[in-house]
């Protein structure tokens, strides 16, 4: 059992089909195959249905997935912890960022970058829940996210601080001016909402369902920026958190009046027991100079 094997095995499980799975690597169809085909001999099971053009996981397939996982990891992290003893100087960076929190990623990777120039970096964007599966499946180094709910105890975090939400309009909207609004108030108001997944929506889900509250809700999109771009034209609205719109002075943020208040934390978040890269480590430095500062 080889190490590229247990990659090509991964990527095939991933994808779901070997000519996708064998042009992501970068390899023939035929290397792929022929790669699968003797790892499953070795193991004398196979981990693969072949159902036309697809390939779907067996059982054993699934049961063996994480053990390749694992195995992959502690190859990487081995490989990493050598280059971590010659500073950092070279490497990859995968960080995974929710959409309400690129202000504060954009201001600490810049920061990061001068320091750090020989690191490449690799984002990526998504929900809470999209990025916490991510770390789960080990494709990002740490998340930079609000708490989604439910989450385990299989993560480590840092604190980074806690966000109200807000009831968002744009400064020529009818209801700019109000002071406060009510959680009912917001039955009778056209809101662009995030999508299911979302910590901020989770929040909002929560406390509405609480007090039997349905919100208006015109439309979903899984994008904040977009969102965003949408209430600039003055006739929607939508609730986020401040540190979603701090780079946006023609948005205003109204506080909504609830039993409880409405509040998001956000966190670093780290896979616990996992060797932990240097440039990981610096960057949630950069990240937390950058909350400190403001």
């Not at 201001?107 to 984002?123: D, L, R």
């Not at 509405?208 to 999109?221: A, D, G, Q, R, V």
């Not at 006739?235 to 208040?261: F, V």
């Not at 060797?275 to 960057?283: G, I, Q, V, W």
């Amino acid at each position: 059992m080889e190490l590229r094997q247990l990659k090509y095995f991964e990527k095939a499980c991933e994808l779901k089909k070997f000519s996708e799975a064998s042009r992501m690597l970068n390899i023939s169809q035929s290397t792929l195959s022929q790669q699968i085909k003797q790892l499953e001999d070795e193991l004398n099971v196979l981990l693969f249905d072949r159902i036309g053009k697809r390939i779907i996981p067996t059982e054993a397939g699934m049961a063996f997935l994480p053990f390749a996982r694992n195995s992959i990891l502690e190859a990487e992290n081995g490989k990493q912890i050598i280059k971590d003893l010659n500073g950092i100087t070279t490497g990859v960076l995968n960080i995974g960022v929710t959409y309400s929190l690129s202000h504060l990623f954009r201001c600490s990777i810049t920061e990061f970058k001068k320091a750090y120039p020989g690191i490449k970096v690799i984002t990526n964007f998504g929900t809470s829940k999209e990025q916490i599966k991510l770390l789960e499946d080990k494709h990002v180094d740490c998340v930079l996210s609000f708490e989604p709910e439910e989450i385990d105890d299989e993560y480590e975090k840092i604190k980074l601080f806690s966000s109200k939400l807000y009831f968002i309009v744009h400064e020529s909207h009818p209801l700019a001016n109000l002071s406060s609004i009510s959680l009912k108030k917001l039955q009778d108001t056209d809101l662009i909402l995030p999508a299911v997944g979302f910590a901020t929506r989770m929040k909002t889900d929560e406390e509405c369902c609480k007090y039997n509250i349905k919100p208006n809700i015109i439309m979903e999109i899984n994008d904040v920026q977009t969102i965003i771009h949408l209430i600039r034209n003055g006739n929607w609205s939508t609730i986020l958190t401040r540190a979603a719109i701090k780079d946006e002075p023609d948005l205003k943020a109204i506080p909504i009046l609830s039993a409880e208040t409405l509040t998001s934390q956000a966190y670093l978040f780290w896979p616990k027991e996992s060797y932990r890269k240097k440039s990981a480590t610096e960057f949630a430095r950069f990240v937390q100079k950058t909350v400190r500062n403001g």
